[in-house]
């Protein structure tokens, strides 16, 4: 069974930046796909980035050349870098893992996911 446990949420002012990080276990690298979704009050849950098991990338359009999504097998680690923050990026964030990337993505509903770290951004 797939655990993920996210950290790294907090309050920040617009333009500010957050690392967010996100500890997997229980399923092997090889084959997954782990990411970002967000969910704001009232909004549904949106996409936001996700890195395939050989690195490769994607970002939802609201964020690229803002955020940058990393792992470090070695520590079972997911990281999410989020700069230029705008009041628009508060929401709650969870880790998410799916054989598929598209499924983070676009129907992060049907992913396994975390309990999530709250991100704050203010004016």
């Known amino acids: 069974q797939v655990q993920l446990v996210e950290s790294g949420g907090g309050s920040v002012q617009v333009g500010g930046s957050l690392t967010l990080s996100c500890v997997a276990s229980?399923?092997?690298?090889?084959?997954?796909?782990l990411g970002w979704f967000r969910q704001a009050v009232g909004n549904e849950r949106e996409g936001v980035a996700a890195?395939?098991?050989?690195?490769?990338?994607s970002y939802a359009d609201s964020v690229k050349g803002r955020f940058t999504i990393s792992k470090d097998n070695a520590k079972n680690t997911l990281y999410l870098q989020m700069n230029s923050l705008k009041p628009e990026d508060t929401a709650m964030y969870y880790c998410?893992?799916?054989?598929?990337?598209?499924?983070?993505?676009?129907?992060?509903?049907?992913?396994?996911w975390g309990q999530g770290t709250q991100v704050t951004v203010s004016s």
């Open positions: 229980g399923y092997s690298y090889s084959g997954y796909c």
């Open positions: 998410a893992a799916h054989n598929a990337c598209w499924y983070i993505l676009h129907r992060p509903h049907l992913t396994e």
């Open positions: 890195i395939d098991y050989d690195g490769s990338t």
